[in-house]
């Protein structure tokens, strides 16, 4: 995708970050309601608001495993300039929500479900009471597996829906693709406590260069500055159960692709090695051969983060999920 996005779009570049996250970003954020609810098993879940832009139509972000509503505080303000509320949720064992387990770091799930449990909670008793005539979804990564969970299973009420790079499949080696699942659950099995899935670790600030999520490296740099100011959200490698159960959700997530009735925009990065991008194909066709309406978007040459990449990425990439959400608005008058 080359096209240059409309004209009436105004993002955050890269040339002006610090600029604006040190200035107009960061005079938001102090607007912001923080507020928490109690999810499954009573686990305390944190959520954000920045409202006061629009009355009527909302944007609802997920976030991806080991982030926190913090780190899209960019996001945030390029949505609200656009003339949106926005809501966030921070989900259970990350971020600023409860943890499940001793160790703060271990990314752990008892039930992939729970997720979106969670999120439905948030829904029904955050964002549905608000009175808004719209409501938007924009989900990246497991938040995208949670959204799109969310949405066939609440098929009316979300307009539009956008998943950045979702977890519909995790990347795996063609060898890995059919032991990763039973291999994890077995080394559950053997571990007498929930811990770090083989290979995986604590929580490590990988530097820029090594990185395969971003290219950009002041946007990089600024979210791993963020969690060592506030280490609290520091989150490291997957728990052998979250592995399983995170597969086993991505697989429903297809199986199930035909109960989605909202028009849905699915934005890939081309060179993503955290996502399976030959299941988006498979969740777009499943979408589209029920009588959905699925559109995917390739964007050339932009990794996993695309809410987070270089600005000839993102810059784009916002403008096609405002104009997927303007056409929905448009259809509604």
């Given at each position: 995708m080359t096209a240059q996005p409309p004209h009436f779009y105004d993002f955050s570049l890269e040339p002006h970050f610090t600029e604006t996250m040190q200035g107009p970003a960061a005079a938001l954020w102090q607007q912001r309601e923080e507020g928490e609810f109690k999810g499954v098993d009573d686990l305390t879940i944190g959520w954000v608001s920045l409202t006061g832009f629009n009355s009527d139509k909302a944007?609802?972000?997920i976030n991806?495993?080991?982030e926190s509503y913090w780190k899209y505080q960019e996001l945030f303000y390029d949505l609200t300039q656009q003339g949106y509320d926005v809501f966030a949720i921070d989900h259970r064992g990350q971020g600023v929500s409860d943890r499940l387990v001793d160790d703060t770091e271990l990314g752990h799930v008892e039930e992939f479900d729970h997720y979106v449990d969670d999120f439905n909670t948030f829904i029904n008793t955050v964002v549905a009471p608000r009175g808004y005539q719209q409501h938007f979804m924009l989900a990246h990564s497991m938040g995208g597996t949670v959204g799109t969970l969310f949405v066939e299973q609440h098929p009316d009420f979300f307009d539009s829906?956008?998943?950045?790079?979702?977890?519909?499949?995790?990347?795996?080696?063609?060898w890995m693709k059919p032991i990763a699942s039973p291999l994890a659950r077995v080394i559950e099995q053997l571990q007498s406590q929930p811990d770090y899935a083989p290979g995986q670790v604590p929580y490590y600030p990988k530097p820029f260069l090594d990185n395969k999520l971003s290219q950009s490296e002041v946007r990089y740099q600024w979210f791993r500055d963020l969690y060592e100011h506030k280490p609290e959200l520091k989150i490291g490698g997957p728990s052998a159960r979250w592995v399983w159960q995170g597969m086993a959700a991505a697989k429903k997530c297809v199986q199930h692709a035909y109960q989605i009735t909202a028009p849905v925009l699915l934005i890939q990065g081309s060179d993503d090695t955290v996502v399976d991008n030959?299941?988006?194909d498979v969740f777009h066709h499943a979408v589209n051969q029920a009588g959905g309406d699925c559109e995917i978007k390739v964007i050339h040459g932009a990794r996993h983060e695309l809410l987070f990449e270089q600005d000839k990425y993102r810059t784009p990439i916002l403008a096609a999920t405002l104009t997927h959400f303007k056409k929905a608005e448009s259809e509604s008058k």
């Open positions: 944007i609802v972000v991806g495993r080991i829906v956008v998943l950045s790079a979702p977890m519909h499949g995790i990347h795996l080696t063609q030959s299941a988006h």
